[in-house]
T-cell receptor, first 116, second 112 residues
Framework: DAGVIQSPRHEVTEMGQEVTLRCKPI?????LFWYRQTMMRGLELLIY????????DSGMPEDRFSAKMPNASFSTLKIQPSEPRDSAVYFC??????????????FGNGTRLTVT | SQQGEEDPQALSIQEGENATMNCSYK?????LQWYRQNSGRGLVHLIL???NEREKHSGRLRVTLDTSKKSSSLLITASRAADTASYFC????????????WGAGTKLIIKP
């Protein structure tokens, strides 16, 4: 079990640039979450997929953010254009079934995004 | 929105001592989970306790849940330097099977 794999681990970009974060969930997990973590706001759920379908994207802050899950083994979170206030650690997590209340979340090691 | 509130925000103890962290929440829950986050890493699930359970053990971890007080505690016995991390509680809402409400975390430092 390789765990949830995220790339890149670190991303430094200039304001206005497009940023794409990638995630490979654990094989067999049918739920995928994107979270953002900051000191000020803690952990925030951005979007939740179940069986590759976006179920809840109410946490996506603005239209600049978009997420896709084209298949069960890959998801992307895109920010276009990026802004300095998007600087945070972005986590992808997966769980075996249903949702986080039924089975534990398995987190990747995150992507630390810095927008200058 | 943040529901869980951990206290203390930070805790520094000597290796070998016990560490206790508390979590309070506001609304009814189905279960409560504890996670650990090492610096620069993702969160790792430690233990899940259901609303009809009062205590649960896993190795050196002991979790209690008091639904009447809407609070939980995480006890780490015989702490080790490797236990240095931030610890988060997370609760679910009765009307959601996927949304977790996270606390701000307790930063635990174990001094050798």
């Amino acid at each position: 079990d390789a765990g949830v794999i995220q790339s890149p681990r670190h991303e430094v970009t200039e304001m206005g640039q497009e940023v794409t974060l990638r995630c490979k969930p654990i094989s067999g997990h049918n739920s995928l979450f994107w979270y953002r973590q900051t000191m000020m706001r803690g952990l925030e759920l951005l979007i939740y997929f179940n069986n590759n379908v976006p179920i809840d994207d109410s946490g996506m802050p603005e239209d600049r953010f978009s997420a896709k899950m084209p298949n069960a083994s890959f998801s992307t979170l895109k920010i276009q254009p990026s802004e300095p206030r998007d600087s945070a650690v972005y986590f992808c997590a997966s769980s075996l079934r249903g949702g986080a209340s039924h089975s534990p979340l398995h987190f990747g090691n995150g992507t630390r995004l810095t927008v200058t | 929105s943040q529901q869980g509130e951990e206290d203390p925000q930070a805790l520094s103890i000597q290796e070998g001592e016990n560490a206790t962290m508390n979590c309070s929440y506001k609304t009814s829950i189905n279960n409560l989970q504890w996670y650990r986050q090492n610096s620069g890493r993702g969160l790792v699930h430690l233990i899940l306790i259901r609303s009809n359970e009062r205590e649960k053990h896993s190795g050196r971890l002991r979790v209690t849940l008091d639904t009447s007080k809407k609070s939980s505690s995480l006890l780490i016995t015989a702490s080790r330097a490797a236990d240095t991390a931030s610890y988060f509680c997370a609760t679910d809402a009765r009307d959601s099977n996927y949304q977790l409400i996270w606390g701000a975390g307790t930063k635990l430092i174990i001094k050798p």
